[in-house]
């Protein structure tokens, strides 16, 4: 067991693709992941599943990758302690999820632009360049910007894990420049098509963090390292000021259209 512990996730489940349904069950599902090459063993430690439970998904597993053999699950050790059934986040990490509810707000409304989309008038174009303003200033340069030059930081960033957002950032950065390149060109089709791309990335991306990346983190900080991280967020949240009011009220001022 102990090779296949040691395996990337999607080479598992190419081999075995039941290992796949099994691990779906527990609510780690890989199918999303752009980047594939978790361990098996690390995927399990950052869902961070009960102990009774991650022993039972993986008595399940090891049955499928060796049918006719008896596996002991001693050999199997857990770094951390098991995630509890409510997630709380601390100070900071909640910081981050509250940016998250903008951002998902303003992705749950992108299908309606893309439907009503405009490159004619002048108002339509408007909303387009306000919509990459927020992406830019708001998404990327500021939250973003909070993980990756300060969150991921604390931990080692050849964790798969961690490869794994900064490639989804990047993703999404592509999507920003590609629409914007469509809009100068007049390419309807193509801002629709990125803009929606776009969209179903961050909320995949998002519900990723808020669900797995973040608790995970909490479970592995520490209080000095939250006190740390809640003082360098202050720092950037100064910086930003009143700007994250004007973003709100272009969300809302959106929504109510
Ligand atoms: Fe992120
Ligand atoms: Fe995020």
């Known amino acids: 067991m102990e090779e296949y512990w040691n395996r990337s996730i999607k080479e598992v489940i190419n081999e075995f693709p039941e290992v796949g349904k099994i691990l779906d069950e527990y609510g780690i599902g890989c199918a999303p992941c752009n980047v594939g090459t978790c361990l ?7 869902h961070g599943l009960a102990v009774e439970q991650e ?12 049918p006719d053999k008896v596996v002991k699950m001693s050999q199997i050790r857990r770094k951390t302690r098991a995630a509890p059934k409510e997630i709380k986040y601390s100070p900071p990490l909640k910081a981050l999820v509250d940016e998250h509810v903008l951002i998902k707000r303003w992705a749950a409304l992108i299908p309606e632009v893309v439907k009503n989309l405009d490159l004619e008038s002048e108002e339509g174009r408007q909303l387009i360049l306000d919509g990459v303003d927020f992406i830019r200033s708001y998404a990327d340069k500021y939250h973003h ?20 957002m900064h490639e989804d950032h990047t993703q999404a950065r592509g999507h920003v420049n590609a629409i914007l390149e469509a809009f100068e060109g007049n390419d309807k089709a193509s801002v629709a098509e990125h803009l929606t791309a776009y969209a179903e ?40 000021g009143d700007s994250s009011k004007k973003y709100e009220a272009f969300i809302t001022g959106l929504e109510k259209k």
């Open 40 to 46: 098996l063993k690390d995927i399990v430690e950052i």
């Open 145 to 164: 910007a909070k993980e990756e030059e300060v969150l991921f930081k604390y931990f080692d960033e050849n964790l798969d894990i961690l490869k794994v």
């Open 201 to 240: 990335l961050l909320t995949e991306h998002i519900k990723k963090e808020d669900e797995i990346l973040y608790p995970w983190m909490d479970r592995n900080l520490s209080m000095t390292q939250i006190g740390g991280l809640y003082s360098k967020f202050k720092e950037i949240e100064a910086c930003i």
């Open 55 to 66: 022993q039972e998904m993986m008595r399940r597993i090891a049955k499928i990758i060796y």
